[in-house]
């Protein structure tokens, strides 16, 4: 079945880094888009990043547009996102998502566009 395993989170001081990981197992990663998303708490869900199967386009959303680069390696079935410039309101946890093709059929940040989620890994942007 679908796997997807994320790590990388932890804690970064305000304008510090930190790369994301996403493993993904259970189906052929090539052949879909994937994102990113954060749940802060006390706020919806917001999509933050996303990246076509073959990495032909990219998307950001305009918090983190220029802070933030999204990656993937089809070789290694796995998706970065890469943070820097980090502010506290980073803070949250960060999932990364499947979506339902190659692209996405609903839109970047349609949760309709999405069939599988990974368990998430905590970023907290603190002095």
């Known amino acids: 079945q679908v796997q997807l395993v994320e790590s990388g989170g932890g804690l970064a001081q305000p304008g510090g880094s930190l790369r994301l990981s996403c493993a993904a197992s259970?189906?052929?990663?090539?052949?879909?888009?994937m994102s990113w998303a954060r749940q802060v708490s006390g706020k919806g869900l917001e999509w933050v990043s996303g990246?076509?199967?073959?990495?032909?386009?990219?998307y950001y959303a305009d918090s983190v547009k220029g802070r933030f680069t999204i990656s993937r390696d089809n070789a290694k079935n796995t998706l970065y996102l890469q943070m820097s410039s980090l502010k506290p309101e980073d803070t949250g946890v960060y999932y990364c998502?499947?979506?339902?093709?190659?692209?996405?059929?609903?839109?970047?940040?349609?949760?309709?566009?999405?069939?599988?989620w990974g368990q998430g890994t905590q970023v907290t942007v603190s002095s």
């Open positions: 990246i076509y199967s073959d990495g032909s386009d990219t």
């Open positions: 998502a499947k979506a339902r093709a190659e692209y996405y059929p609903s839109g970047f940040a349609s949760g309709d566009s999405y069939t599988s």
């Open positions: 259970g189906f052929t990663f090539s052949g879909y888009a």
